[in-house]
C-alpha cells in the first residue's frame, strides 16, 4: 500500500508545476479537466515503476499539451493530430511515446506510429571560417600575455 505522504507530496510536486506552467495570475482550466486524472494514474504508474524525475514531467508536459489540442480518449484523433504537427520527427516521436504510456495505462487501444529521426547533416566550416577562428585566438592568446 502506498504510504500517503509519498501521494501528498506527489500531488503537491503536479500543483506547483502546473502553477509555474499557468504563469503569474493562473485562471483555473476547464478545458482539460476530464483529462486531468488520466495524466496523474499514468504519471503514478510511470512513477511507480522507477522513471526518473524528468522524465516524468517530460511526459506530464507533452500529455497535457495533448490534452490542450485533442481529445486523449480518441487514439485515432491523437494519432491525426501528431502526424499533422508542423515539428520534427524527433518531437512527433516524444509526443508519441508519451501518449503510449497513457494508452497503456488507461487501457485505450491503438497502434504507435513510428517516426524516424531525421540525420543532420554536418557543417564542415569553410577555410575562411577557419582562418578567422584563428586570428582571433592568437588575438586573445597575445593579449592574455
Given at each position: ?33 476530464p483529462f486531468t486524472s488520466r495524466i496523474f494514474k499514468t504519471i503514478w504508474e510511470l512513477k ?36 499533422n504537427k508542423k515539428v520534427g520527427n524527433c ?55
Open positions: 500500500m502506498l504510504k500517503l505522504d509519498v501521494v501528498l507530496s506527489f500531488l503537491v510536486y503536479l500543483r506547483i508545476n502546473q502553477l509555474k506552467d499557468a504563469g503569474s495570475n493562473p485562471a483555473p482550466s476547464t478545458s482539460d479537466e511507480k515503476k522507477g522513471r526518473a524525475e524528468a522524465a516524468l514531467r517530460g511526459v506530464s508536459k507533452k500529455l497535457k499539451q495533448l490534452s490542450r489540442e485533442t481529445n486523449l480518449d480518441d487514439p485515432e484523433a491523437v494519432k491525426e493530430h501528431i502526424a518531437f512527433k516521436e516524444g509526443l508519441a511515446v508519451a501518449y503510449n504510456h497513457y494508452v497503456a495505462v488507461n487501457e485505450l487501444k491503438w497502434e504507435k506510429p513510428t517516426y524516424v529521426r531525421e540525420e543532420n547533416a554536418i557543417r564542415v566550416p569553410t577555410t575562411e571560417n577557419v582562418e578567422k577562428l584563428i586570428k582571433h585566438s592568437l588575438v586573445r592568446l597575445i593579449l592574455s600575455v
